[in-house]
């Protein structure tokens, strides 16, 4: 077969796509092959010519059509066969098997255990975290913030050229500095690769860090830092064009300074995020005081 084909396809691919080696061809090449051989050869060769000719594009079904329009008599389950058997998969195809292959061996998403309720008594009991983009003339910067639902204050942050596992754990390692953080807490995010990362889950888990994912594709179920990035862009960074990733970072730095200690919020009874954490460890250092003896 490979001897009648070879004239069009290289030998190397007749090989590969037949499971032999080239030794192993050239070893075979001139023994008398038997009639049946013959025919699954022949057929083998049809197969083999109409699946180049589309380019590997061609399923079993259209294979099978196309050898119909050449005049050759088989049904689509023999076509099947001879293309499982020789390896002959639709590029399509390919992506598909190999998607479905890396679902199948990712973890489970973690359950969301804020259900859109993005509120805490406890400072650093909640966090949520996203990333978002800012164009400049060297390309994307990428800028990850983690932000606490009690005080709405970004304890951390991060940014960097690509939007990478490594760009969230520097915001969560910042959060973390920061003093805020307390034990136990919920990191809640949306379905970003990021987030899903096996490397990012044994960081959380190495820390004590319970994750937490909203539905799939629901914006609204990761409001609060949605919300953030809005603001971050609308008073600021819309009305800016940056040459450098470099002044980009400077500006959403500036702009998260002011978010933190000047921009008062309606939801903490206008007090600043920085107000808020104030008011919030002096209520728990006041409860926490042993009355003084009569």
Same mark, same amino acid.
């Given at each position: 077969?490979?001897?009648?084909?070879?004239?069009?396809?290289?030998?190397?691919?007749?090989?590969?796509?037949?499971?032999?080696?080239?030794?192993?061809?050239?070893?075979?090449?001139?023994?008398?092959?038997?009639?049946?051989?013959?025919?699954?050869?022949?057929?083998?060769?049809?197969?083999?010519?109409?699946?180049?000719?589309?380019?590997?594009?061609?399923?079993?079904?259209?294979?099978?059509?196309?050898?119909?329009?050449?005049?050759?008599?088989?049904?689509?389950?023999?076509?099947?066969?001879?293309?499982?058997?020789?390896?002959?998969?639709?590029?399509?195809?390919?992506?598909?098997?190999?998607?479905?292959?890396?679902?199948?061996?990712?973890?489970?998403?973690?359950?969301?255990?804020?259900?859109?309720?993005?509120?805490?008594?406890?400072?650093?009991?909640?966090?949520?975290?996203?990333?978002?983009?800012?164009? @400049?003339? *060297?390309?994307?910067? +990428?800028?990850?913030?983690?932000?606490?639902?009690?005080?709405?204050?970004? &304890? =951390? !942050?991060? /940014?960097?050229?690509?939007?990478?596992?490594?760009?969230?754990?520097?915001?969560?390692?910042?959060?973390?500095?920061?003093?805020?953080?307390?034990?136990?807490?919920?990191?809640?995010?949306?379905?970003?690769?990021?987030?899903?990362?096996?490397?990012?889950?044994?960081?959380?888990?190495?820390?004590?860090?319970?994750?937490?994912?909203?539905?799939?594709?629901?914006?609204?179920?990761?409001?609060?830092?949605?919300?953030?990035?809005?603001?971050?862009?609308?008073?600021?960074?819309?009305?800016?064009?940056?040459?450098?990733?470099?002044?980009? @970072?400077? *500006?959403?730095?500036? +702009?998260?300074?002011?978010?933190?200690?000047?921009?008062?919020?309606?939801? &903490? =009874? !206008?007090? /600043?995020?920085?107000?808020?954490?104030?008011?919030?460890?002096?209520?728990?250092?006041?409860?926490?005081?042993?009355?003084?003896?009569?």
């Amino acid at each position: 077969m490979i001897d009648r084909l070879k004239a069009d396809l290289p030998v190397s691919y007749l090989c590969e796509k037949l499971g032999v080696s080239r030794s192993g061809y050239y070893d075979w090449a001139g023994r008398v092959p038997s009639p049946r051989a013959e025919r699954r050869d022949e057929l083998a060769a049809l197969v083999i010519c109409e699946f180049a000719a589309s380019e590997r594009s061609a399923g079993y079904r259209k294979v099978t059509a196309a050898l119909h329009a050449d005049g050759v008599a088989v049904d689509r389950k023999t076509v099947a066969a001879r293309m499982r058997e020789l390896g002959l998969i639709p590029l399509f195809a390919e992506a598909a098997f190999k998607k479905a292959n890396q679902r199948s061996s990712r973890e489970v998403d973690p359950v969301d255990l804020v259900n859109r309720l993005f509120s805490s008594l406890t400072p650093g009991a909640i966090l949520v975290g996203d990333i978002t983009y800012v164009h @400049t003339r *060297e390309g994307w910067l +990428y800028v990850a913030t983690v932000i606490d639902l009690a005080s709405r204050a970004v &304890l =951390g !942050y991060a /940014t960097g050229k690509r939007q990478t596992v490594g760009l969230i754990i520097r915001a969560l390692d910042r959060a973390r500095a920061s003093g805020h953080v307390a034990a136990g807490t919920i990191f809640h995010s949306d379905h970003g690769s990021q987030y899903r990362a096996k490397s990012f889950a044994r960081y959380c888990g190495k820390h004590g860090i319970r994750r937490s994912m909203g539905a799939n594709m629901q914006c609204w179920d990761n409001a609060v830092a949605e919300s953030f990035f809005s603001k971050l862009k609308t008073e600021r960074l819309t009305w800016l064009t940056f040459t450098t990733r470099r002044a980009a @970072t400077h *500006e959403v730095v500036k +702009y998260i300074g002011h978010y933190n200690t000047r921009r008062r919020h309606q939801s &903490l =009874g !206008y007090k /600043t995020p920085a107000e808020a954490l104030t008011t919030f460890a002096s209520t728990a250092k006041t409860a926490n005081a042993t009355p003084a003896a009569a």
